[in-house]
Nanobody, 120 residues
Framework: QVTLKDSGGGVVKAGGSLQLSCTAS?????MGWFRQAPGKEREFVAA????????FYAESVKFRFTISRDNAKNTVYLQMSSLKPEDTGVYYC????????????????WGQGTQVTVSS
């Protein structure tokens, strides 16, 4: 059983930065972030594989967001820079998302979510 605790959201002006954190209890092979904007479906943001340390990003956040992991703390981070109003939403940490044909599908375990609001 994996439990996730995510944190770090807040309110920031466009162009600003935020860092999200997610600490996992239990072993995971991949960690990911998804987000959900008001009135929209939850979407993939980024993922990190424990073996090999590969990273994956949605096109909309590539070169602006960086996902990383501290293995000693079993914590994954999402550093978000050059934030835009369209990045606003609730960000959820997810354990063991899977990639099928270029589409990332979430695993079964979620953090409680953390709100990110980017003002224009």
């Amino acid at each position: 059983q994996v439990t996730l605790k995510d944190s770090g959201g807040g309110v920031v002006k466009a162009g600003g930065s935020l860092q999200l954190s997610c600490t996992a209890s239990g072993r995971t092979f991949r960690m990911g972030w998804f987000r959900q904007a008001p009135g929209k479906e939850r979407e993939f943001v980024a993922a990190f594989t424990t073996l090999g340390g590969s990273t994956f990003y949605a096109e909309s956040v590539k070169f602006r967001f960086t996902i990383s992991r501290d293995n000693a703390k079993n914590t994954v981070y999402l550093q978000m820079s050059s934030l835009k109003p369209e990045d606003t939403g609730v960000y959820y940490c997810n354990a063991d998302p899977m990639e099928y044909g270029g589409v990332w599908t979430p695993g079964n375990h979620w953090g409680q979510g953390t709100q990110v609001t980017v003002s224009s």
